[in-house]
């Protein structure tokens, strides 16, 4: 199993999440029963409804816990770069890079989709304010940041796709083609572009 990129739930709950998210990483499927996860979970039966009301309470608690973990992630590596174009960027890389190290994190998020784009989830925020600060500084194109976040989010979930069907590719370069295509559509000049999209990003985990 991956490395956490922080310390995971705590307790039965705790377990009930980590199994909830090998769940979604296996099959994506949130009809499995509640003895079923309880079991996996090592953890009784009737202690379930001590942490959670219903299994869609447990599954959006196991998503949220990927995307915080995915955000604490990025937060380590990417602290110190001021240059928001280099901050947009460096989450592909980092993604790519991602499906190989921590598979079942990057399988829930896969699973999930764009589901979880336009919510208040951490990692979103995260996202929104470095494309605001990008359009307010006048580094990106000015656009509605919901709309340029919907062309980085999908942007970057293409990317986790291609990683899983076609493992062969080299990850850093198609990470870095994408990224320059996405700083191109938030209005950087190619060459710039070109370059941001290249520079190093401390490795996962």
Excluded: C
């Amino acid at each position: 199993m991956e490395q956490r990129a922080g310390p995971p739930p705590a307790g039965r709950g705790g377990a009930l999440v980590r199994a909830a998210r090998q769940i979604l990483a296996e099959t994506g499927d949130t009809s499995a029963s509640i003895q079923a996860i309880a079991e996996r979970a090592d953890v009784g039966f009737g202690s379930f409804y001590n942490h959670f009301e219903s299994k869609t309470e447990l599954f959006e608690a196991a998503v949220v816990d990927a995307l915080e973990e995915f955000g604490q992630a990025f937060d380590e590596r990417l602290s110190g770069i001021d240059d928001p174009a280099e901050l947009v960027t460096a989450g592909f890389p980092l993604s790519a890079r991602m499906a190989d190290s921590h598979p079942e994190l990057m399988q829930v998020l896969r699973r999930r989709r764009l589901g979880h784009l336009y919510s208040d989830s951490s990692l979103a925020s995260r996202a929104l304010r470095d494309l605001q600060v990008g359009i307010a500084s006048g580094r990106f194109t000015a656009v509605e940041p919901v709309v340029a976040l919907s062309a980085l989010g999908g942007t970057l979930l293409s990317l986790v796709e291609l990683r899983f069907a076609r493992p062969e590719l080299d990850g850093d370069e198609a990470a870095a083609d994408l990224a320059e295509m996405v700083l191109r559509m938030l209005g950087v000049p190619p060459n710039d572009a070109h370059e941001v999209a290249r520079r190093p990003v401390p490795d996962v985990g």
